[in-house]
Nanobody
Framework: VQLVESGGGLVQAGGSLRLSCAAS????????MAWYRQPPGKQRDLVAT???????NYSDSVEGRFTISRDNAKNTVYLRMNSLKPEDTAVYYC?????????????????WGQGTQVTVSA
């Protein structure tokens, strides 16, 4: 199983970006998907989660500015980021709870993407 992120880059404060994360491999099902971020020199923190049924949760710092969504047919999760601030600068990682064909009788296992850099200039 692989998770591949895309969509990061450099943007001015107030701008927008959309991140994508596509899962591939011998996937049986995907449960909760999430985005995390890790600013330089800091710990990795949860940004947003979305259940398979579409229930979402956000950290207080991004509530109202970021939107998480998913396309179950494409095994992909998105993060739309609006009104970006310099403090949003970080490496963004996606995580997905996945059952493979070999582990379909077990609990979801968390897979991580490699991360994509988002830099917001003042």
């Amino acid at each position: 199983v692989q998770l591949v992120e895309s969509g990061g880059g450099l943007v001015q404060a107030g701008g927008s970006l959309r991140l994508s994360c596509a899962a591939s491999g011998m996937i049986f099902s995907i449960g909760t998907m999430a985005w995390y971020r890790q600013p330089p020199g800091k710990q990795r923190d949860l940004v947003a989660t979305i259940s398979r049924g579409g229930n979402t949760n956000y950290s207080d710092s991004v509530e109202g500015r970021f939107t998480i969504s998913r396309d179950n047919a494409k095994n992909t999760v998105y993060l739309r980021m609006n009104s970006l601030k310099p403090e949003d600068t970080a490496v963004y990682y996606c995580k997905a709870g996945i059952k493979t064909l070999a582990t379909r009788w077990a609990s979801d296992y968390d897979y991580w993407g490699q991360g994509t850099q988002v830099t917001v200039s003042a």
